[in-house]
């Protein structure tokens, strides 16, 4: 039987009340997290990771607002406010976050020029991460999501997952959303159509 791991999904200080771009509840997720974590075979963690200056950050173009959507040449950009810079304490895993049993984490973001929500693929949905080769050397055919956001990095994921040939699980009560202009509605649409179960 193929093996199955559990990928949890930027569960960063900068995403939790209190941080660069909190999202509503991210916090309250943790201890669901690690209960999940402490009965995993595998468990893998995807850290959000920009460098100063990012081009998915307003404040890296001059007169645009976070929030706001920009054309990059790899198509249309949310901007953020500046977040998860690397080696920033938002940048670190939730403090009560049980993360050492994780036996890989995968670094997303640092290129300057292109933004990066999946675990698997940059924003141009051409660059790998190098997850999907990682996971397939290994056996894993069934991964399992949680974390932060179920709109944008969680939901990119699940869908790469299922595009890359894996069995993909989001486990709802174990993320919660940024919902921009009911992004939550349509990511979860986006997701039960192709395939990935949500539980
Ligand atoms: C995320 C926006 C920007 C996420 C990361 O983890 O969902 N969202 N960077
Ligand atoms: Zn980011």
Known sequence: MAGEALIVIDLQNDFCPGGALAVAGGDEIVPLVNDLIRHADHVVMTQDWHPAGHSSFASSHPGKQAFETIDMPYGPQTLWPDHCI???AGSDFHSGLAWTKAELVIRKG???????YS??????HRTPTGLA???RERGIGAVTFAG???????AYSALDAVDQGFDATVRLDACRGIDLNGSVET????MRE????LV
């Open 119 to 124: 675990a698997f693929f940059e924003n141009d």
């Open 86 to 88: 690397q080696g920033s």
């Open 187 to 190: 990511m979860l649409k986006r």
């Open 133 to 135: 080769g990682y996971l």
């Open 148 to 154: 932060l956001a179920t709109d944008f990095c969680v």
């Open 194 to 197: 192709t395939g990935v179960r």
């Open 110 to 116: 640092f290129r300057p020029a292109i933004d990066s």
